[in-house]
Every structure is written in structure tokens, then in C-alpha cells.
């Protein structure tokens, strides 16, 4: 089974990762999205973020009657910084039968030379990457950072999906703004998140 790797710290999840996980699904790149939030994000441990436990809650909500989307928390349950490739190769190990595919956006494709054992994380797993408005990618800009044949690889792993010019950033600022939701985030997240205080100032 194929298996899309959709990892984020998910604060809130919107419609737009819900959207490109369909999209994955409909176009058959991938059997399943694996959802896994991340526990400490290893690119904003100085920002402050939901707890664990509500993201995960979120995420359940947004994910609920998809039955080809799942959910992993291994990341909290190994604790420390969510590297990517750690997570990559424990599921690859854990699920010998499975092919565990990374699922990033553009502006993440754009940064993946900073990320921990970047170049063993490009060579040992295949990549998809979902549009992203104002990051674009070219052959050039990639081999830039990597070689040829690592630039080749990543510049093939882009692939057209729905674009949402929104993010889970934009859904915080919503909230603390007092404007409607209805347009980024399911009826269920909205509703814990109004319950639950969320993003308030």
C-alpha cells in the first residue's frame, strides 16, 4: 500500500491540508494520508503553539468519516524534536509492506536542504509536493542546493492539487479577529475551537 506522510504541526487543521489530502486520494498518488502532527516542530520550537493534545483532538474532528485518512502520534510518543526523517524511517520499518511517500507543500519542497539529513531523507523516500501560492519551483533554483540528480527527483515530485491561499496562521488571526470560519476550517473544528477558547488574544 501506498501511504502519503502528512506531517505538520496542524494549529489548526483547515480545509486546505483536508482538500490536498483528497486530492491525493482522487488522483491516486496514495491508498491513505497519514496524518502526523508534529509534537516539537523542529523549525518553530520558539513559537508558541497549541498543546499536543488539542492539535490531535482538531485533527481527529477534520478527519472523522474519511475512512482512507488516518492519523499517527508517534511523534509525541517518541518525544523530542519531530524530525522528519526519523518518523520516515520508523514507519518504513514498522511497515515492511508498505511504501511511505513524503507529502510537503512547495514552500517546504523550496527549504528542504535545511532540514535534518536532508540529502538521506531525499535519497531514501519518494516526495509529492502540493502547490503553494508564491513559492515557485524550478530546476534551476533546486540545483542550487542539491545535485543534479537529487534536483531532478524533487522537481518531478511536484504534482497539481487544489491551492488555498490560506493558512493555519490566517485561521488564528481569524479568530482573533472575530471573523467567520466557515470558509477554513470544518463545522467540528470550528465549534471545539469556540468551545475550547482557542486563538483568543
Known amino acids: 500500500m501506498r501511504i502519503a506522510v502528512f506531517g505538520g504541526t496542524f494549529d489548526p487543521p483547515h480545509n486546505g491540508h483536508i482538500a490536498i489530502a483528497e486530492r491525493i486520494i482522487s488522483g491516486s498518488y496514495a491508498d491513505r494520508v497519514l496524518f502526523v502532527p508534529a509534537y516539537i516542530p523542529p523549525h518553530k520550537q520558539d513559537n508558541q503553539k497549541s498543546p499536543f493534545e488539542r492539535r490531535l483532538a482538531m485533527l481527529r474532528l477534520a478527519c472523522a468519516g474519511l475512512p482512507c485518512f488516518q492519523i499517527s502520534t508517534l511523534e509525541a510518543e517518541r518525544k523530542g524534536p519531530s524530525y522528519t526523517i526519523d518518523t520516515m524511517r520508523q514507519l518504513a520499518e514498522e511497515n515492511p509492506t508498505d ?103
Open 99 to 201: 511504501k511511505f511517500i513524503l507529502l510537503i507543500g512547495a514552500d517546504s519542497l523550496l527549504n528542504l536542504h535545511t532540514w535534518y539529513k536532508a540529502d538521506e531523507l531525499a535519497r531514501e523516500f519518494e516526495i509529492l509536493a502540493y502547490p503553494r501560492t508564491a513559492f515557485a519551483c524550478d530546476l534551476s533554483l533546486l540545483k542550487s542546493f542539491w545535485n543534479e540528480e537529487i534536483a531532478e527527483k524533487l522537481i518531478h515530485s511536484l504534482i497539481q492539487t487544489p491551492q488555498f491561499d490560506f493558512s493555519s496562521t490566517e485561521v488564528r488571526y481569524a479568530v482573533s479577529s472575530g471573523r467567520n470560519l466557515s470558509r477554513l476550517v470544518c463545522p467540528s473544528v470550528e465549534k471545539y475551537i469556540m468551545e475550547n477558547n482557542l486563538y483568543k488574544k
